[in-house]
Structure formats: C-alpha cells, structure tokens
C-alpha cells in the first residue's frame, strides 16, 4: 500500500507543478482573469497564509507554515507505512501529495499560487489550485473509508 499512496503523492506533485508553471505564464499575460464559463474563471491569487488566507503573513509566517506542513507530511508517510488498504493508501497519498506541492510554492515563491475561482449562484468559492483539490479529495476518501469500510483495526496496522 505504502507504494500506491506514493506513486498518488508523486502524480499529485507532478500535476500540481506543472499545471502551477503554466497558469502563473499564463496569468502574467492575463492579469485581469480569465473567464472560461459564467461560473468558473482564471485568476491568479497569491495566499500567504493557509486555508481561505488565514494566519497570512511575512516572511517568519512562510517558513512556520513550510515547517508545519513539513511536519504533517511526515506524520502522513508513517500512517502511509502502516495503511493496509487502497482507499486509506490513495486518499493518504492525495493529501501527502497536495501538501508538498504546496511546500514548494512556498518555498519557490513565498506564497502558494492558486487559480480556480468558482462563483456559484449561492457564493464565490476561494481560489485553490491542484493541489489543494488533492487535499480535499484525500480527506474525503479517508473519511468515507473511516465511515463506511472496514473496522479501525483493519485500516492501519498496529
């Protein structure tokens, strides 16, 4: 299992970087946005901090929040070594995967770069980009998998 999640983690970084290579070209070209459909646009948004922009900051606040998120991956390939199903492998892969790609940013660029900005009729979603999608996916699976299948000591082994 512990190869599965990597190989997730891996394609995850991949993507992540290069789509984030690409749209950062892209957005200096395009400064004011780009709107794809009615409800979904290009933009390029800088995030200092984490989630939504909270606890942004300076230059002391990065290298916190590339330590913290250095310290989650860790914590995420240990539970990764003792993972003992796909889905708990896939989803720990996913969020190993979204977090080190978002280390790099911070440490390349001070900041994350994320692109996607979705306004839905009822509200405007934060931007977010490859990565934080993994993120949120991999949560979601280890969650359906905590509720759904398999007892605890079926998950990871002890």
């Given at each position: 299992?512990?190869?599965?999640?990597?190989i997730v983690a891996l394609l995850i970084i991949a993507a992540d970087?290069?789509?984030?290579?690409?749209?950062?070209?892209?957005m200096a070209a395009n400064p004011h946005g780009i709107e794809v459909t009615s409800f979904f646009n290009l933009v390029m948004v800088w995030n200092?901090?984490?989630?939504?922009?909270?606890?942004?900051?300076?230059?002391?606040?990065?290298?916190?929040?590339?330590?913290?998120?250095?310290?989650?991956?860790?914590?995420?390939?240990?539970?990764?070594?003792?993972?003992?199903?796909?889905l708990l492998a896939v989803g720990l892969g996913l969020v190993l995967g979204g977090a080190i790609g978002n280390i790099?940013?911070?440490?390349?660029?001070?900041?994350?770069?994320d692109f996607f900005d979705f306004d839905l009729i009822f509200m405007r979603w934060p931007a977010f980009n490859i990565a934080d999608?993994?993120?949120?996916?991999g949560v979601g699976l280890m969650l359906l998998e905590s509720l759904f299948w398999g007892k605890k000591s079926d998950k990871i082994a002890s």
């Open positions: 299992m512990f190869r599965l999640g990597i970087q290069v789509s984030k290579m690409y749209l950062i070209d892209l200092h901090g984490v989630s939504f922009g909270m606890f942004a900051g300076g230059g002391t606040t990065r290298w916190i929040l590339v330590g913290v998120s250095g310290v989650i991956s860790i914590v995420v390939v240990a539970m990764l070594k003792k993972a003992t199903n796909k790099f940013d911070r440490i390349n660029y001070g900041a994350v770069a999608m993994a993120i949120v996916c």
